[in-house]
């Protein structure tokens, strides 16, 4: 098929769907409105029902928890497939200083590395933070581990290259993007285990408002924050190593 008959097509497509977006975006409901019913019904029993104050990780980790354990392994599966990408050609050699012609990192100016010093540590704080607050407050795992591989960049930003490669290994990434997801599907488990369906909640489900109610919730946002964080930082680390030269090809003798 020729640029212009594609071309010619896609023009077409946008024809023959354009009554159809038209019709969709006119019966949208307005801005900041919810029809639906089942907003206000989470709101009405979340906390007499599961002692915690944060009807979003209510509902990822109990009332919809099997959907956030398929969200869980898509994630799992989609690094994965990333990581095979981009290890495989080049191996895991932890040092190599030499860059791949036309890959340069940028000279970093001081007051870049002086900023990201000083915030990496407070980035990865806040992002704990975040995550332990998942039962009370707007976050959990998934912004929480996504706060704490954002740290791990500003190392990167201020520590350089060879300083950050020190401390960010690929197997505690991948230890903790695996171990992680294996966690939530374990807290599933072991709810069968005791005869219960799965991810039902088997744990004192404390006081509502306090940091450690929610129960069983609390194991999986945990294993999220550490399968985020650990997925992101896998990406982080490969992205990397692609502007490093790979190893040396060794001839059989």
Not at 66 to 79: I, R, S
Not at 163 to 180: K, M, N, P, T
Request: a negative charge; hydrophobic letters at 45%; aromatic letters at 8%.
């Amino acid at each position: 098929m020729s640029p212009r008959l594609r071309r010619a097509v896609f023009l077409l497509a946008c024809v023959c769907l354009l009554p159809a977006f038209a019709h969709v975006a006119s019966t949208m409901p307005a801005f900041g409105a919810h029809p639906l019913p089942y907003g206000d019904l989470i709101n009405a029993v979340g906390v007499r029902e599961r002692h915690v104050t944060n009807m979003v990780s209510a509902i990822n980790f109990d009332y919809r928890g099997f959907d956030t354990l398929g969200e869980e392994f898509m994630m799992l599966c989609a690094v994965t497939g990333t990581t095979i990408l981009l290890r495989g050609t080049r191996g895991e050699t932890q040092d190599r200083p030499q860059r791949v012609p036309g890959r340069e990192i940028r000279p970093r100016a001081d007051a870049t590395v002086l900023i990201c010093r000083l915030l990496a540590g407070f980035t990865v704080l806040f992002g704990l933070y975040v995550l332990l607050h998942a039962m009370t407050t707007p976050g959990g795992g998934f912004q929480g581990g996504v706060i704490i591989a954002s740290g791990l960049l500003l190392a990167f930003l201020g520590e350089g290259y060879r300083g950050w490669r020190h401390v960010a290994h690929s197997e505690l990434f991948d230890a903790a993007e695996g171990g992680g997801a294996a966690l939530y599907a374990l807290c599933g488990f072991a709810s069968m285990l005791m005869g219960l369906p799965f991810l039902q909640n088997m744990l004192p489900l404390g006081k509502s408002g306090d940091l450690f109610s929610g129960g069983l919730m609390l194991v999986e946002n945990a294993g999220v924050g550490l399968a985020v964080a650990g997925g992101f930082g896998i990406l982080l680390l490969e992205f990397l190593e692609e502007t490093r030269e790979p190893e040396p090809v060794q001839e059989d003798e």
